[in-house]
């Protein structure tokens, strides 16, 4: 019989503008990203011990992006997810700093036109936010929808997207 391995699962939480994140580590590589009172955030129990020691990039990372100095993130990530969702995950990592997408356009950029409820679905599902841009997708008409960190935190992180990446 064949044992399962366990992953090692670890914490922490950092500071931002938008609140504290819980930081998530699966075998030390980033796994989840996830903030206050967020939809879909997963129980505290499943986050592990806290430990801050493999986080120290990527809370420099984030700390770059709050203060306007990073447009882009450069982080191994763990993204536990359906094939769909990984599809989608991976195709929000193409957009721009400053810029978004509707649900639609993602959907057709993916090769799936039909499919814009699903991105959305898989969209907040999206267990690194931030990170993985899902705030920069926006509904058909361009308003702000659906954001699981709240519409509020979508907002700021679109504002402070624009003021970085306008250029000088």
């Not at 599902?125 to 931030?130: L, Q």
């Not at 003021?163 to 306008?166: E, N, Y």
């Given at each position: 019989m064949c044992e399962a391995r366990r992953v090692i699962r670890v914490h922490t939480v950092v500071d931002s503008p938008v609140g504290e994140l819980t930081l998530v580590a699966?075998?030390?590589v980033l796994a989840g990203l996830y903030m206050q009172r967020q939809r879909y955030r997963p129980p505290q129990e499943t986050f592990g011990e806290r430990d801050p020691r493999p986080f120290g990039e990527a809370g420099?990372?984030?700390?770059?992006?709050?203060a306007g100095q990073r447009t882009e993130f450069d982080l191994p990530l763990a993204l536990s997810g359906?094939?769909?969702q990984r599809t989608v995950w991976s195709?929000?990592?193409e957009i721009p700093c400053g810029e978004t997408a509707t649900y639609g356009e993602l959907a057709e950029?993916?090769?799936r036109p039909t499919a814009a409820r699903a991105v959305g679905l898989a969209n907040g599902?999206?267990?690194?936010?931030?990170i993985v841009p899902c705030h920069r997708l926006l509904g058909s008409s361009g308003e702000l929808t659906g954001y699981g960190g709240g519409i509020e935190r979508k907002r700021y992180l679109l504002e402070l997207e624009r003021?970085?990446?306008?250029p000088r």
């Open positions: 699966a075998d030390g420099r990372q984030l700390a770059e992006y709050f359906t094939p769909f195709a929000l990592r950029r993916i090769g599902k999206n267990p690194i936010g931030v003021r970085v990446s306008r």
